[in-house]
Each structure stands twice: as structure tokens, then as C-alpha cells.
């Protein structure tokens, strides 16, 4: 077997357990003005966006990839801050891998979260993540982190540099199956009336 | 996009910072008696085995992979106890993937330990790992996991379920092309004078 004339150079990261690292090659931040759309009640979303500014970080992530190789890895952390929007709690986009089959690692290194996981056609899964908790995301699985607790909700996250994202399918259709509501001190799932099935 | 008939289903993994995941596909174990060869100081690595019996246990790994798709990720865990054969640290067989391109992420849980990493081409590096420390081991780098502390050394790790271990890689060339030794209270790189080049 033969290296390649140019291999990539192996570097530390410094995972922060508030998340961040040392040795990214970027971070992205999304604000509260990002999302619109994404909770289902809308004026609540609004209410936020007026007090807090539209300005105002909701979550970001930094990760860490190399230039070179089809096998190659993207690292990074993910960093969710609390919130509330109605009922619904705090969360991310969410997506479908471009290349649906490619699997995603997520560590859980702070907060308390849960892994709100769905098919196109129609299988669910929600799984919660306290620090030292992880899930290994199948393919073929649409997923969003959501922040059910008081404190940032951090995750490790590892997955193929191949694989791309699809945002668009969850606001396709009319958001995910499931919403991620309060319930007493916890969370529940509740179906969102909204839904309208994924494209397949 | 349609959703294969079987996906798999996502499961909780609970990791130990000690080692060892909750909701693991297997463990597998490594013992003293296992490791011949891989220490340069043959006599050391026999004392220890007669001192410590060939059945003692020196790293143990546990791993999650679920049973479908081209894309999934194998997550595991590796406990490599501490030692010293001589100058020589405690390290794992070390390979290079039998598809070299994939990449693998590991993250340091726990104790003191060093990445080694080499190219068959002669390239080199050594990245000590600490809690929070990671290196995501780019393609085409042979690695194997050193424990220079006094504790376990303890890795969250991650790859492509199709990348595969070349195990004999580091036999056939005599060793890799640098130790890890023991150095004051530290430790440093020594050239391996029986390291003859990697087949390419």
C-alpha cells in the first residue's frame, strides 16, 4: 500500500466540556433571529425574538476537519443554550444526512438533552443525554438535539466529511413528527398537528 | 428519498470514564501472554509475564456497531492499563485501517497517554492525550494508544464500521519506527533500531 504524496497532518483538540475547541477549523452560530419557523408557536418565537433580540446566540459549533481523503472525519461540539417557546423546549435545526446512510456520534459532555430521532417514513425515537450519555445515530435517521434542562446542552459529535446535511426536509414538512414539550419537571413528546409526512 | 426497508434502531449508550459502554455490541480483551513481539525488550515483556502470569489483563475495548448500512460508525471505548516493559510504556498492537483512508476520532476519558502515529512513507507524529484531549487520526496514519501515566488511559473512539484493522503491518516491519520511553518523569520518542520500513 501506498500513503498519498500529501496526508493530512494529525493536531490536537481541546474540547472544552462547555463545548469549543482548540484546534477547530471553524465555528457557526445561530441566533434567535434564525429561527423562524422553526417553533410551532409562532408568537411565542416572536415574543422571544422582542425581548431578547433577534441578535441574541442560540446555539453554535465548532468542528474540526481535515482538507484531504474521501474517509475522512469532521469533529466538533455542539453548544444549545436553554430556552422555551411555548411549550416547546430549545432546539436545533435538525437534519437528514445529505448521503442519508452516514451515521453521527453524539457524546454528551454537559446539560441535559434528548436525541429527537425520526424516519421518512414514519419510525421515532427520542433519546435523553446527561454527560457521559451517548447515542450513535443510525443512517437514515433525521435528528435534532433538544435542551430539556437549565444549562447549556453540550455534545461531541463525530461523523463522515462525505456526508452533508438536509435541512430543508424538516421544514418541508411543516416540522418533525414529534415536538419536545414541558411536562411537569421533565419533557414529553407530543405529536405536532402541523406535520404533513416527509417527502420520500 | 426513501427509507430502507430495516433501519436500525437507535440505542442509549452509557459510557464509563473508566472504560467501558453500557449497551455495547462485545468486549474483547487483550492479556500479557498476547503480546509477544510487540515490545522491543523482549526479556522485560518475559519477566513480566512470568511475574504477572501470561492471563493478565493489559487493554480491553468495548464497541457498538449496529447491523446495517455502508455508512455506519463503530463507537467503542479502550482501556489501556499502565506498565512498562523496559524503557518501553504499555501501548495496543496498533494498526493502520485495512481501507487506510478512513479516519478515526479519539477522545482522551481518562489518564495520560500518547497517540503515536506514523505513515508508511516515514512521516511521524506523537500527541499526548489528556481528559478532553483528541486527535481525529486523519487517514493513511498507522496509531497505536501509549500509556505514559499511572492510571488507566482511557479513549471514547470512533470510525467507519468498513475501515477495518491492519494488525500486521507493525509486525512485518519490526516494530513502528518510534518508542515511546520513559524519560525523567515523562516520556519521549526513541528511533526503534529494528524498525525496517513499512511494506508499500
Redesign the interface.
Known amino acids: ?4 504524496t500529501a ?11 462547555e463545548g469549543g475547541i482548540e484546534g477547530r477549523s471553524r465555528r457557526y452560530e445561530k441566533f434567535l433571529g434564525d429561527m423562524s419557523g422553526v417553533y410551532r408557536d409562532e408568537q411565542a418565537w416572536r415574543d422571544a425574538a422582542a425581548a431578547r433580540g433577534a441578535d441574541a446566540l442560540v446555539y453554535w459549533v465548532d468542528d ?3 482538507q ?6 469532521i ?1 466538533g461540539t455542539s453548544t444549545l443554550l436553554p430556552g422555551r417557546y411555548g411549550e416547546e423546549f430549545a432546539v436545533t435545526r435538525g437534519h ?2 445529505a ?7 453524539y ?1 454528551c459532555l454537559s446539560g441535559r438533552g434528548v ?1 429527537l ?1 425520526e ?3 414514519g ?1 421515532e ?1 427520542a ?2 443525554l446527561t454527560p ?10 433525521i435528528h435534532r438535539s433538544v435542551n430539556v434542562g437549565d444549562e447549556p446542552f453540550v455534545t ?1 459529535f ?3 466529511a462525505d ?1 452533508g446535511q438536509d435541512y430543508a426536509l424538516i421544514a418541508d414538512a411543516g416540522g418533525m413528527k414529534n415536538l419536545v414539550v414541558a411536562d411537569g419537571d421533565g419533557w414529553a413528546l407530543k405529536p405536532n398537528p402541523d406535520h404533513a409526512g416527509y ?2
Request: hydrophobic residues 40%; glycine residues 6%.
Open positions: 500500500m501506498s500513503t498519498p496526508v493530512d497532518i494529525p493536531t490536537l483538540l481541546e474540547i472544552s466540556p474540526q476537519r481535515y484531504e481523503g474521501p474517509g475522512a472525519l469533529v437528514l444526512h448521503v442519508a446512510d452516514r451515521a453521527e456520534l457524546y436525541m430521532l424516519t421518512v417514513d419510525q425515537s433519546i435523553e457521559g450519555k451517548a447515542v450513535n445515530v443510525p443512517g437514515h435517521w461531541l463525530s461523523y463522515a456526508a417527502r420520500s
